[in-house]
């Protein structure tokens, strides 16, 4: 449940380590998503899975909304009196109120029209992490 912001391109990244409460909100949060599947574009083809991740419990998403451009903030506690008690934790826009889940994909109805954006990484070992290289094999 720890995330750590760090800086590609002059945009943050997040990477969020998920716990296994956070990875089963996923599919919880599925009926409520504007696009589960991931299939607009927004992530490499080797992240367009539930989880949008290389391994599922290390999300690497752009932290930029993909409305207006405003930053989110973490919502992660389920049930968030502001947010609703069917809120199952994620990330909150606090500019507009768009909302996403723990994949990074946004919930309906909000101004955000897509997913936040996946960007190109792969693992160099099993503690080191390239953000810009797509050289992922699967």
């Given at each position: 449940?720890?995330?750590?912001?760090?800086?590609?391109?002059?945009?943050?990244?997040?990477?969020?380590?998920?716990?296994?409460?956070?990875?089963?909100?996923?599919?919880?949060?599925?009926?409520?998503?504007?696009?589960?599947?991931?299939?607009e574009p927004q992530q490499p083809d080797y992240a367009?899975?539930?989880?949008?991740?290389?391994?599922?419990?290390?999300?690497?998403?752009?932290?930029?909304?993909?409305?207006?451009?405003?930053?989110?903030?973490?919502?992660?506690?389920?049930?968030?009196?502001?947010?609703?008690?069917?809120?199952?934790?994620?990330?909150?826009?606090?500019?507009?109120?768009?909302?996403?889940?723990?994949?990074?994909?946004?919930?309906?109805?909000?101004?955000?029209?897509?997913?936040?954006?996946?960007?190109?990484?792969?693992?160099?070992?099993?503690?080191?992490?390239?953000?810009?290289?797509?050289?992922?094999?699967?």
């Amino acid at each position: 449940g720890s995330m750590m912001v760090v800086e590609w391109r002059g945009k943050p990244v997040w990477l969020l380590r998920r716990t296994s409460d956070m990875l089963a909100s996923l599919e919880r949060a599925r009926p409520q998503l504007a696009d589960p599947d991931s299939r607009e574009p927004q992530q490499p083809d080797y992240a367009a899975n539930p989880t949008r991740a290389i391994k599922p419990d290390l999300l690497v998403v752009t932290g930029i909304c993909t409305h207006l451009g405003c930053s989110p903030s973490p919502a992660f506690t389920p049930g968030d009196a502001a947010l609703g008690a069917d809120w199952p934790g994620g990330f909150l826009c606090p500019c507009h109120g768009s909302t996403f889940d723990f994949a990074g994909r946004v919930f309906r109805n909000k101004p955000a029209p897509t997913n936040l954006e996946i960007p190109p990484h792969e693992y160099l070992s099993e503690t080191r992490l390239m953000i810009g290289s797509d050289n992922y094999s699967g």
